[in-house]
């Protein structure tokens, strides 16, 4: 039998993300410019995990920390192969799920030395195509606006550097992402100190603030529409952080903060 054929941007610019809630079954509820509701296969993360944004195509879930389009988001909910999941969309397919399962920046700090921050430069050497860092969840233009990437050399050589800025924009250090499960899972450049710092892509958009531990979270939720995830660079949060907190808040006009 001849295979199926189906072209998946004709299919995503065809059927908007948002058509898919009813066919998949899922309880959204409009939350600003996005859609949330809970998981329905992770069932973890609380009723609000999942994060829908039509305007981006995209959607996001912090109990599976992946996102994606339209397909993507099928091929999650039913547990299934991104074929399988562009067939049932196209309404070209039985939709059965398979074996297989799809797997796939204001910043907070304290105040530190601003003429050393003024005088750090971006990284010219990262490479945002890496292998490693396309198989971690990102792709190469979001790597590249952001300014992350794979270091070849250097003291994050090895990992994904990933630039950490003041409030004003200044770039004041790179954390260094560990991309093959070598431990700490983030590296520092000497005296800098990451509890006084928090991450995120772009500024807080909304009134609340999703808070979670690894950057590439908080990096891979933006790629996926979601832009008021902040990403904390320490194992704990301390009295610091905590005041830092409430000032991040006060500033963005936020009057809530998830935990992810």
Do not use: W
């Not at 905590?242 to 500033?251: I, P, T, V, W």
């Amino acid at each position: 039998m001849k295979e199926l054929y189906i072209d998946f941007a004709e299919l995503k610019a065809a059927f908007p993300i948002e058509d898919s809630f009813e066919r998949l079954g899922l309880n959204m509820k409009q939350n600003g410019p996005a859609f949330r509701g809970p998981c329905p296969t992770c069932q973890s993360g609380g009723d609000r995990a999942l994060i829908v944004t039509p305007a981006k195509h995209s959607f996001y879930c912090f109990g599976a920390r992946i996102g994606g389009d339209v397909i993507a988001l099928v091929a999650h909910i039913h547990d299934c192969d991104m074929k399988t999941a562009a067939a049932f969309l196209a309404g070209k397919g039985s939709g059965d799920k398979p074996d297989n399962k799809k797997s796939n920046a204001s910043t907070v700090p304290q105040e530190r030395n601003k003429e050393a921050a003024r005088s750090l430069q971006p990284l010219s050497y990262l490479e945002p195509k890496h292998h490693l860092v396309q198989k971690a969840g990102l792709d190469e233009k979001t790597c590249a606006y952001l300014g992350a990437g794979y270091a070849p050399k250097g003291i994050m050589r090895g990992r994904m550097a990933i630039p950490i800025h003041d409030k004003i924009g200044n770039l004041v250090a790179y954390c260094g992402r560990a991309l093959k499960g070598e431990h700490p899972k983030l590296i520092f450049p000497k005296d800098f100190k990451p509890e006084g710092y928090f991450f995120s892509a772009l500024q807080i958009p909304v009134d609340e603030i999703a808070l979670v531990r690894d950057p590439l979270d908080a990096l891979i939720a933006n790629q996926n529409g979601v832009e008021n995830v902040v990403s904390v660079l320490t194992e704990t949060i301390n009295a610091a952080q905590l005041r830092l907190l409430a000032e991040l808040m006060d500033d963005n006009d936020c009057q809530a903060i998830e935990l992810y």
